[in-house]
């Protein structure tokens, strides 16, 4: 670990990924996360070869992440909102052949061209799928400008892991605000790929291929049940999330990202009125922590859900809460970000008058 | 000790520099920082602005509803943000810039003739560090020494001549507030 920096989002996550021995880079600007490859443009390939490419749109440059991911390479690339919109096709061809990358989404206000300003409106696009189809991205949401850094390597290695694309849902803020960030150090690049990687047929065994297009249906069905076997398998293993004041809690206040972040510090605003408010944050959003809603849910009065957009992380919230308590949802859509005041009294409005 | 910050003005006179400033010294001297700028169009010569936050302790939220000081550099800066500094805060404001004064009873007041002092020191760019001393010497949150440290680390080396320039707006500033 280095010396603790004060740093960008969007260029704390293109140091994070030079630093996590990403091969390749392609991707084509966008506010509010341009900052990424102009980063990247400037730092990487000089210090570890590392490909950065600026694409001619972004369907050019998802596919380029599939032809790359492919090759068993360790690859990335980030847009906002419209961009990431655009790769959706992309982004279940690479699910169906199963072969690991990361996407950040630096997530800004729509729908439509919308705005540059922070929103979470791609929560529903991020965590069920997005493309055609039925497939996941293990989604993670990061809160800071450290978790940026710390997602980053997370999620290289959790799309190696189970070879399911990945991907860093933030928002505009996250990458335009700087905070204080400890970076881990130069990591080498693979010089050793995987055996199912497309890097020329061995001498000793069969060719290798990779495809998403399995005409006979039973085939396709097998492809499939594998895949769901995947699923579950990551929402067994990989859930993640923070809980804070949850112990002697009668209300909980929830959000992922910046809107967590906001709760938190209504939560404390709370407390100082001598309301017993509890937070939970989930950082994995696919797979989401149903488990630790579900508990809670039997020992609180309330739970008050707050997002930057009309109400979508709390359908998930509601399924795992099951009726057990009141769940009520406040938000502003966008690129408004509520203000942490907003929020305790949107609270007292809804659950103490 | 938590200094929950915003500065405000047009874009251009240099307030989001004001705060990255302040957020690089508040790292040197190994504190807790948050720095968010606003971002869109109003970079490019609308109101812009930056919440900064400092603190010995953890940051819950970079975005916040009221604050211990707002520096406010012109006229729609004072009319937002006065309402949002908290009871017994500080606003500082451009008195040559701002016709309409902030009136709040309940807070401190600081008026610091900025834009005049900058032409007076001969380059209306230093306007911002003249602001920043003005801010220090209200909040002492972190050390003058450390400002001149952060000044060096953002400021390319090419641009390290007019580190003596930039002290002597900033100490006038501080001396703005003294009187």
């Given amino acids: 670990m280095g010396k603790k920096k004060l740093m960008k989002g969007n260029e704390a996550l293109a140091e994070a990924m030079i630093r996590a021995g990403c091969d390749a880079y392609f991707g084509y600007p ?21 490909v950065v490419l600026q694409a001619e749109s972004e369907v050019a440059a998802i596919n380029m992440i599939y032809g790359s991911a492919a090759c068993g390479r360790r690859v990335m690339t980030t847009s906002s909102s419209p961009g990431i919109s655009l790769m959706q096709e992309g982004l279940s061809y690479i699910a169906a052949a199963e072969l690991p990358c990361l996407v950040a989404n630096i997530n800004r206000g729509g729908p439509g061209l919308g705005t540059i300003q922070p929103s979470q409106g791609d929560y529903f696009q991020a965590t069920k799928g997005g493309g055609h189809g039925d497939y996941h991205l293990i989604v993670l949401a990061p809160s800071s400008v450290q978790e940026m850094v710390d997602y980053t390597l997370l999620g290289f290695e959790l799309s190696e892991k189970y070879r399911c694309p990945t991907m860093l849902l933030a928002d505009g803020a996250i990458g335009q605000m700087m905070e204080k960030v400890e970076l881990y150090d130069q990591m080498p690049r693979k010089t050793e790929f995987p055996d199912w990687a497309t890097t020329g047929k061995p001498k000793n065994s069969d060719r290798r291929i990779i495809t ?10 097998q492809i499939n049940l594998g895949l769901q076997r995947k699923y579950r398998e990551i929402e067994k293993n990989e859930v993640r999330f923070q809980t804070i004041n949850t112990d002697d809690a009668e209300y909980i206040f929830t959000g992922f990202g910046l809107g967590a972040r906001i709760c938190t510090k209504a939560m404390e605003s709370g407390r100082a009125k001598g309301y017993k408010i509890g937070v939970i944050r989930p950082q994995t959003l696919y797979p989401f922590p149903v488990d630790i809603y579900s508990e809670l849910s039997k020992k609180v009065k309330g739970i008050l859900d707050v997002e930057m957009n009309a109400g979508q992380m709390v359908d998930d919230v509601r399924l795992a809460v099951k009726g057990n308590t009141r769940v009520e949802f406040y938000g502003r859509m966008g690129g408004i970000i509520p203000t942490p005041d907003e929020i305790l009294e949107n609270f007292e409005k809804i659950f103490l008058k | ?20 400033l302040l957020g690089y010294a508040g790292i040197i001297e190994d504190k807790e920082v948050t720095w968010m700028p606003s971002y869109g169009p109003e970079m490019r010569g609308g109101t812009a602005n930056c919440i900064t936050i400092i603190s010995d302790t953890y940051i819950s939220s970079p975005i916040i509803s009221t604050f211990d000081t707002v520096m406010a550099l012109n006229q729609p800066s004072v009319d937002k943000f006065e309402e949002k500094v908290k009871k017994g805060g500080n606003i500082i404001y451009d008195s040559t810039n701002i016709l309409t004064v902030p ?6 007041i600081y008026a610091v003739p900025g834009s005049e002092t900058a032409v007076r020191l001969k380059n209306s760019k230093v306007l ?52």
């Fill in chain 1, 30 to 50: 966008i506010t509010p996360q341009s900052e990424v490859i102009e980063y990247l443009s400037r730092e990487a390939t000089n210090r570890t070869g590392m």
């Fill in chain 1, 212 to 221: 998403s297009l399995f005409i006979q249906p039973e085939k396709m069905e």
């Fill in chain 2, 1 to 20: 000790m938590t200094q929950e910050a915003i500065f405000s003005g047009f874009g251009g006179q240099g307030v989001l520099t004001m705060g990255m």
């Fill in chain 2, 103 to 108: 009136t709040r009873k309940d807070i401190n």
């Fill in chain 2, 128 to 179: 911002n560090m003249i602001m920043l001393g003005s801010f220090l010497k209200v909040n002492p949150i972190v050390k003058i020494e450390t400002i001149w440290k952060a000044l060096e680390q953002v400021l390319p080396e090419r641009y390290h001549n007019l580190i003596p320039l930039n002290q002597e707006a900033f100490n006038t500033g501080m001396e703005l507030i003294a009187k």
